[in-house]
């Protein structure tokens, strides 16, 4: 891949199947707020899912999920919340949520997936 936008687009688009293939329902891709991104939003049952995507290709900076540094978590704590503030006007019923992590290592001809299912809590 030639540049880090479209390997890390494409990570997501690969993360995006895994978990729909396992019957989660994608809600958002890309969901924005004031302080930053989640990559997928998702549901599995009465859970609201918030899936951070890591993308890899080398080993070089060890593995992607070590690159989920306590200050991505809090970002991604508060970008949790702004959701769930918002979810009734985006017409989201959580009874329940969490942080998933899903990484994709390697390239589009040779990648393993790893999902981690309640990858953090703060």
């Excluded at 688009?13 to 302080?35: D, P, Q, T, Y």
């Excluded at 599995?44 to 070590?66: A, R």
Aim: proline share 3%; net charge positive; aromatic share 14%.
């Amino acid at each position: 891949m030639k540049n880090k936008k479209r390997f890390g687009d494409w990570g997501e688009k690969v993360a995006k199947n895994f978990l729909e293939r396992k019957g989660f329902r994608i809600l958002f891709e890309k969901w924005r707020a004031e302080r930053g991104e989640i990559d997928l939003v998702a549901r599995e049952g009465d859970c609201v899912v918030f899936v951070e995507v890591k993308t890899g290709s080398s080993e070089q900076y060890g593995p992607p999920e070590l690159r989920i540094t306590e200050r991505k978590k809090r970002q991604l704590y508060k970008l949790g919340l702004a959701f769930l503030q918002r979810s009734e006007e985006l017409g989201i019923e959580a009874e329940s949520y969490r942080f998933d992590v899903v990484v994709v290592d390697g390239t589009p001809g040779d990648y393993q997936i790893r999902h981690y299912p309640n990858a953090f809590y703060l």
